[in-house]
């Protein structure tokens, strides 16, 4: 009987929605794409598992490159893969909302940074730059030094070879790392089960928001507790609730402890020393307390600062972890890379006595040019979409205001048209003189224009810092291999089965760790 009436009410939904967008839909139905059926347009197309629905997405985008649409239900969908229209989209200040499928992360998140439009996201933007001020991020690296050494110190407890799961590894790092330097706690001290679940929760989360997405039929109302999916959704907001109390509560208790002003953040950034500001003489303050400063001022209150936290906490961990995950992979398949890597690591490591600060990420430039072909192939945020307010002309469409634009980043990186032989990892594609001249929207692993990535440098840093002790350390071999693996369409792209690599230790009398 309910699937009756839900089916019932989608019929009438679709209809009032066709009548009400005749003009859009003339106009998207120029866009090239695949045949429809009457009122369930291509949702059949869709109806496959998890791992297949990466294919159709990169399928379509193939057959129609470079711009196609097609229709879940009567809602239309416009993907978008040439460099020239996505500057058009992303380096607008008026198309900063972002597409419906973020409003699943609402539940988490509210409207965080990541997902808030508007005077609100400006607003928090603009509290929250400060953040990764390089005078800032210069103090960050002492964190990232500290974690990077803690991470070798635990591999050298294994054997002299030992075999990893890298995603567990990798994100073990990031999620302290982010923890410790934008929340001002360290995870493993709060407490060790609360960061277990909290690493599993996120999972959850990013395969909640894709079963969403990909059902955009499915109202909040509908979510009833007989259902897995809203079963999961409960438990997982509890762990991410629980968490934010407990940083807060702890950092606010260290705030009152430490009991130090921060100097007025008001000033403007020429004038203003944000070293200071930060960490004056106490040498570590976080990002927190630069939202907790904003709330004495009456800037933001504790729902708003526990928005941020989440957000930060999704978005700087799970990203930058994978990332690590395919730039171990990639170098550990080329050996001729990871020497190359290695031998400017130990220079580098040899004059700073094992120690990585700025200067030493600043050097590191050959790892940096392997991080970034890593981001290239395997760009951790495959997608991202945007929905317009307002009419919008790309080189070829004009596509309607309401409509939601997606852009596969995958596909833009793979672009044979802007990357010769786009399959094969060469760092040195990254040198200067090739850059000169390349299309700046053909590489957007952080996105661009004003909602780009707010920690893309950090991001760097903290894969520079870590990297960079592992390769002084051990020698990568693969075990699993990146031509061999399936990806994920979640919130970052992810290997459907784990995936491992060979650390083999160096012995280099390092004395350093
Ligand atoms: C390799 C690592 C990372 C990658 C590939 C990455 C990628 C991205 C991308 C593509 C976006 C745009 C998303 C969209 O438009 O929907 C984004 C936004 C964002 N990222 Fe990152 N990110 C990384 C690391 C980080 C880190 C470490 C942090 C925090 C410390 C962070 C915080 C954010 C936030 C808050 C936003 C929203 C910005 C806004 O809308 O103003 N990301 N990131």
Not at 311 to 334: C, K, Q, R, S
Not at 359 to 379: A, G, N, T
């Amino acid at each position: 009987m309910l699937i009756y009436i839900l089916f019932l009410f989608f019929i009438l939904w679709s209809i009032r929605f066709y009548f009400r967008n005749k003009r859009a839909k003339d106009l998207i139905n120029k866009i090239p794409g695949p045949p429809t059926l009457p009122i369930i347009g291509n949702l059949l197309m869709f109806n496959v598992s998890i791992e297949n629905l990466w294919n159709v997405l990169r399928d379509l985008n193939k057959r129609y490159y470079p711009i196609t649409k097609f229709w879940l239900g009567f809602i239309p969908m416009i993907s978008v893969h040439h460099p020239d229209d996505l500057e058009i989209l992303l380096s607008s200040m008026k198309h900063i909302d972002k597409g419906s499928s973020y409003k699943y992360l609402h539940p988490w998140f509210k409207t965080g940074l990541l997902t808030s439009s508007g005077e609100k996201w400006k607003h928090r933007r603009q509290i929250l730059t400060p953040a990764f001020h390089f005078n800032i991020l210069k103090k960050y690296t002492i964190i990232t030094n500290d974690n990077s050494k803690m991470f070798i110190r635990m591999l050298k407890t294994q054997k002299d070879e030992s075999v990893h799961n890298l995603l567990s590894l990798c994100s073990n790092y990031t999620l302290n790392t982010i923890c410790e330097t934008a929340m001002g706690v360290a995870l493993d001290k709060i407490d060790a089960e609360i960061a277990k679940q909290y690493k599993n929760a996120v999972n959850e989360v990013g395969n909640i928001v894709i079963y969403r997405a990909i059902r955009p039929y499915i109202q909040d109302w509908m979510l009833n507790p007989l259902m897995q999916i809203a079963r999961k959704q409960k438990q997982s907001l509890k762990i991410f609730r629980d968490f934010s109390n407990k940083v807060l509560i702890e950092r606010k208790a260290h705030k009152q402890l430490t009991n130090a002003p921060l100097k007025d953040l008001n000033k403007s950034s020429k004038s203003h020393n944000y070293e200071d500001t930060f960490f004056g003489d106490r040498k570590k303050l976080a990002m927190l307390d630069l939202l907790l400063e904003a709330e004495k001022r009456g800037l933001i209150d504790d729902n708003g600062i526990k928005e941020e936290i989440g957000t930060f906490m999704l978005a700087g961990h799970d990203t930058t972890g994978m990332a690590l995950v395919y730039v171990i992979m990639l170098l550990a398949e080329n050996s001729e890379y990871q020497d190359k890597a290695r031998s400017e690591v130990i220079t580098i490591l040899n004059r700073s006595k094992g120690e990585i600060r700025m200067e030493e990420i600043r050097d590191l430039h050959y790892l940096e040019r392997c991080i970034k072909e890593s981001l290239r192939l395997f760009p951790p945020v495959s997608a991202l979409s945007r929905c317009l307010k307002e009419d919008l002309k790309l080189k070829d469409y004009v596509i309607p205001a309401g409509t939601e634009i997606g852009c596969h980043i995958f596909d833009v990186h793979r672009d044979p048209n802007f990357w010769p032989e786009p399959e094969k990892f060469d760092p040195d594609r990254f040198l200067p003189e090739r850059i000169q001249g390349r299309h700046p929207f053909s590489y957007i692993p952080f996105s661009a224009g004003p909602r780009n990535c707010i920690g893309q440098r950090f991001a760097l840093m903290e894969m520079k810092s870590l990297m960079a002790h592992i390769l002084y350390n051990f020698k990568l071999e693969p075990v699993s291999r990146t031509s061999d693996i399936k990806l994920l369409l979640n919130l970052v792209t992810q290997p459907s089965k784990p995936v491992h690599t060979r650390f083999i230790r160096i012995d280099n009398n390092n004395e350093h760790i």
